[in-house]
């Protein structure tokens, strides 16, 4: 597994126990905390873990205690233990306020551990559970394929964010060539909250330019070849009157556009031409944007063939 949430973020989230920067973090209460120990609780899956390489004997336990510990291990020592109250053990009974009572860069972190213990049954129902409790309560993050991500506290940008990258990941379950581009926008979000403006554009741009390759089933192109070939193939369903040409060069190509602008490129270095937040913030909504929609076509196409 890649770094988990509190090692990702290190210089974003200061964790003193009861206490995580909210600027960050966002506003979370206790009653949300709480509704995530009830989702931890209730997907103990048990696991039979081999006691020796050499024998078949086996000991019972579960995905959260095995997370809990891979937590403990990543924070370098019995850190759950001793932020429980007295006489608690995880071993023994879990409590709901226990487990709610961790700070929120933990419990985060342990959301991602236990997905990765999680068997591949269970994967979806866990991830759909969590983001519920981020949208019912306005919460700026989305769980994205075993990461927490997040979007901007904006309620319109937010919700288009949380849905482009909900939209790839359904996809990049059932078509694993979205994988790329799933995987390049949550990169782009990420490096947008960062601060890291030219590589929020860069990755925005090669999530779109991924799903372009999928929709024109091409795997070596740039985005203005494979807009190109979306024309020439007759790929999207444009209503009467919508010319192609204009929609290709001033919807199509609106990103590709700002990527290729002085500034916008990877390593770019500071001076007049560096990209501004608000650029990037643009290049990022677009992204989730003109992905959302060419993954629609991609479905739909795809519902049309089978029909």
Partial sequence: ????????????????????????????????NKRIARILLAFREPIDVSVSRYDSITEKTDALLIALG????????????????????????????????????????????????????????????????????????????????????????QDMKRKAAERLNELKDAAPVFQSSCDELVKAIEFLDKGNFAEAVTNAAKSYES?????????????????????????????????????????LMSLPFIRNRPGAAHGAGTGSGEISRSMANLAVNLACALDTYIADEWAFGQQDDRD
């Fill in 211 to 251: 799903a372009l390759k999928v929709l024109c089933n091409e795997e070596n192109a740039a985005a203005g070849r494979l807009v190109s070939e979306i024309g020439k193939r007759g790929l999207l369903d444009l209503p009467d009157g919508m010319e192609q040409k204009d929609f290709e060069s001033k919807v």
């Fill in 1 to 32: 597994m890649d770094l988990i949430f509190l090692q990702r973020y290190e210089e974003l989230i200061k964790t003193e126990l009861s206490y995580d920067a909210t600027d960050f973090l966002g506003e979370i209460d206790y009653a949300v």
């Fill in 70 to 157: 891979r937590l403990d291990d990543a924070l370098g020592y019995d850190a759950i233990k001793t932020f429980f109250t007295p006489g608690f053990g995880y071993g023994i009974d879990f409590e709901e306020d226990n487990l709610a009572r961790l700070p929120i860069s933990w419990l985060f972190s342990l959301i991602e551990l236990l997905f990765d213990e999680l068997s591949a049954t269970e994967k979806e129902a866990f991830r759909s559970a969590i983001n519920e409790v981020f949208s019912d309560n306005d919460i700026p993050w989305v769980f994205v394929d075993g990461r927490m991500v997040k979007i901007d506290s904006k309620q319109f940008e």
